[in-house]
């Protein structure tokens, strides 16, 4: 499994696992003109700064939460957006606060779901002996199964979530619903 860029994050991914840009520039290029990204960081790979209108599509929790935008020589956990591509479908999930995904069938939680995958695509719940794809399993939003992700580094789970505005928006990338998740190592 890749690991995300950061120890905290939240992920967004298309419904469709298969899906990926066919040129990254074209999603760099959305992302950009709705000022979700900014300027591109320079030394990492795929990595952006946050837009203009980013805290206009990502809505924070509490009464005063403190996110850095912008690096410097004390602090070099920012908030910034990361791009992943992948070449195949790849289960990501939080190994710090892990929870049991509910099988598609019997809708029980499959505590054994690691000694049940395979080839990181399906799981065999032991609940009702069903084995079903990993992305049909009720993950409870600590998991993600895809091609493409986009990355929300520094964010602590549950600390923010997408406005349903922007996840909207994002079905300009590829017109299917777009979900996200906690990530947390």
Known sequence: MTKPLANASLILYPSDTLWQPEKS???INNLQQTQFIGDKIQNKNHSFYVGDKFL????????????EFVANEENSKFCFIH??????????????????????????AEKN???????????????????SPVETFNWRKSAGYARFFIEICNIYPREAIPQQSFLDSLKILHPVDWHYFYYCQ
Not at 113 to 131: F, G
Request: aromatic share 6%; net charge positive; with cysteine.
């Open 113 to 131: 779901w690691q000694q049940t995958l395979s080839d990181q695509s399906v799981i065999h719940c032991q609940q009702c002996n069903n084995t």
């Open 25 to 27: 520039e074209s999603v």
């Open 83 to 108: 791009l992943i591509n992948l070449p195949t479908p790849q289960l990501f999930y939080s190994t710090k606060q892990a929870r049991a995904p509910h099988c598609p069938v019997c809708k029980k």
């Open 56 to 67: 206009e599509q990502i809505a924070f929790m509490g009464c005063a939460p403190h996110i």
